[in-house]
């Protein structure tokens, strides 16, 4: 069989897969709620009466789930047109039938979860202390260094490496930028075209980003809180700059040499096995004078992954390494908190100080480098 062939077939039946995740929501968060409720009827009266009020908050979830599926039968709704039926897009084949049988992981169910938080995070009135922290520090020094007042905005290209749903390439381009996001999650790319392409209004979706949450609640009420989404209207109020997403590894898709003005790391340089090619890469695409703008924690997502090979040098070897790539490091700042997706009422609540970072490529290329 064609290399061509066996990739499409991998790829047709990673995205079968994850589809079969989403429709497997209802069913695994069901489960969760029945499993919690067996035990309460198992347990002594006297202390099933102390539950009463427990017991109602269950119910309540199974409600709550119910609104959450709904959306999530919208959001996968035109998944398929979306890979399958375009002729530009991820996946060009017109075999529109599973090559194996879908294979739903409990880590695939647990990033449908996540999917669910990042919505929070990137596109309710909730969410904005969050996006104020990670994004405005971003677009701050964008509209800084390529002010309006002194060039042609929509001739600035800029790059955004994981963009998740696309929240903040969306805010880059409404200031005029011509901004390109990238993404490899197909969770993520899935959940972005809906709230991109199919919110035709603000708050249009109701949904329960802490339903699953059972621990460290203060309140009844605190895990059954609703969320409205998106609190603004992609479609009604679309960008004065031009707005693209790309799907696909960030190592593999980009290979155009010296052609973005800037690119913006947001919670992404520590998705890589190995940061350094990460480093290289931009380097090597943006033009000279070009900036790099990044923003997070070094947690490093593969450095706990059984049969995954992972580096995690440390903030100072991080500097070493972008000096030695060839970057003059402009702002440099390991101080920022931020948060990431976190529960506003819970009782447990996260922070980093993640590291801010903006680099310039020279112009040209000093003398002992060419060596």
């Excluded at 789930?65 to 039968?73: C, M």
């Excluded at 090559?99 to 995070?121: A, C, E």
């Excluded at 929509?154 to 969306?170: F, H, S």
Aim: include cysteine; proline fraction near 5%; charge should be negative.
């Amino acid at each position: 069989m064609d290399s061509s062939v066996e990739e499409n077939e991998e790829e047709q039946n990673i995205f079968c897969n994850i589809i079969a995740a989403f429709k497997c929501y209802r069913k695994t968060a069901l489960e969760s709620v029945n499993r919690r409720e067996a035990y309460v009827n198992s347990l002594p009266k006297n202390h099933q009466e102390m539950l009463t009020k427990y017991r109602e908050l269950l119910q309540k979830l199974r409600c709550c789930i119910e609104a959450n599926d709904n959306v999530i039968k919208h959001i996968v709704q035109d998944a398929d047109c979306l890979f399958y039926n375009d002729s530009d897009n991820l996946f060009q084949s017109s075999n529109l039938k599973p090559l194996t049988m879908p294979k739903v992981r409990p880590q695939d169910i647990q990033k449908v979860q996540v999917t669910l938080k990042q919505i929070f995070r990137d596109w309710s009135i909730e969410g904005q202390s969050e996006r104020n922290q990670c994004y405005k520090p971003i677009i701050d020094e964008i509209t800084t260094v390529f002010s309006p007042l002194k060039c042609n905005v929509e001739d600035i290209k800029i790059l955004v490496p994981g963009a998740g749903l696309g929240r903040l390439v969306y805010e880059i381009a409404c200031r005029g930028y011509y901004c390109e996001g990238n993404e490899f999650s197909l969770f993520m790319l899935i959940a972005s075209n809906f709230v991109l392409n199919r919110c035709i209004v603000e708050n249009q979706c109701t949904f329960y980003p802490w339903v699953h949450q059972y621990v460290n609640n203060l309140c009844r009420n605190n895990q059954i809180k609703s969320v409205t989404f998106p609190d603004v209207s992609p479609t009604k109020f679309p960008p004065k700059g031009t707005m693209n997403m790309v799907a696909g590894d960030f190592l593999q898709v980009y290979k155009d040499l010296n052609y973005w003005d800037c690119i913006a790391t947001c919670f992404f340089i520590d998705c890589a096995n190995n940061i350094i090619e990460f480093v290289e890469l931009i380097y090597s695409i943006l033009k000279p004078g070009g900036i790099w703008i990044n923003l997070g924690p070094l947690l490093y997502h593969f450095s706990d992954i059984i049969h995954e090979n992972s580096i995690e040098p440390t903030y100072e070897d991080i500097m070493i390494i972008v000096i030695s790539c060839g970057f003059k490091i402009l702002k440099n700042r390991a101080d920022v908190p931020s948060k990431y997706a976190q529960n506003p009422t819970s009782m447990h609540q996260s922070e980093y100080n993640s590291i801010y970072l903006v680099c310039e490529k020279p112009d040209s290329v000093p003398i002992e480098m060419k060596k």
